[in-house]
């Protein structure tokens, strides 16, 4: 099973990189409504901010806002960070992945490498890359 894919924020709490979720590793309450999120996540939910980057994204297409450019890449003037795009590519991975009957128990492990192989393709270190393909291999069936 891959490795949880959790980052230290320097606030000091952790933040869950599958849903960003910020809580307080090891306080029960913030876990439960970790583990609950994940279950909503399973079923097709998706995290504010992959909710929110996807409406930006629809909304400058729409309107021709300027936030597109010639070439079709998205232009969010700084309002998106670099893990809000990681999650948004694993999100539509998992959803065509339950398009395709990825079973819903499969969601944690399928995310972690996702992200983890999200990360290998972003640092084009090519070693990161070939190891990261081998995790995500297993779900091939499922469109990737």
């Known amino acids: 099973m891959p490795r949880r894919v959790e980052r230290q924020?320097?606030?000091?709490n952790t933040?869950?990189?599958i849903c960003g979720y910020e809580f307080v590793a090891?306080?029960?309450?913030?876990?439960?409504r970790h583990k609950q999120r994940h279950e909503q996540l399973k079923k097709g939910a998706l995290p504010v901010d992959v909710r929110e980057f996807?409406?930006?994204?629809?909304?400058?297409?729409a309107f021709n806002d300027g936030r597109v450019d010639e070439e079709g890449r998205f232009c969010p003037n700084g309002r998106w960070d670099s893990e809000t795009g990681k999650r948004?590519?694993?999100f539509a991975l998992w959803a065509r992945a339950?398009?395709?009957?990825?079973?819903?128990?499969?969601?944690?492990?399928?995310?972690?490498?996702?992200?983890?192989?999200?990360?290998a393709?972003?640092?084009n270190d090519e070693i990161a890359i070939?190891?990261?393909?081998?995790g995500v291999k297993s779900w091939d069936e499922y469109g990737g």
């Open 9 to 12: 924020l320097t606030s000091g």
């Open 15 to 17: 933040q869950c990189r």
């Open 26 to 32: 090891g306080l029960a309450e913030d876990e439960e």
């Open 54 to 61: 996807m409406k930006d994204f629809g909304w400058a297409i």
């Open 88 to 90: 948004v590519v694993a």
């Open 98 to 119: 339950r398009d395709n009957g990825i079973p819903e128990s499969e969601f944690e492990e399928y995310m972690t490498a996702q992200l983890l192989h999200i990360d």
């Open 121 to 123: 393709l972003a640092s």
């Open 130 to 134: 070939e190891f990261a393909e081998l």
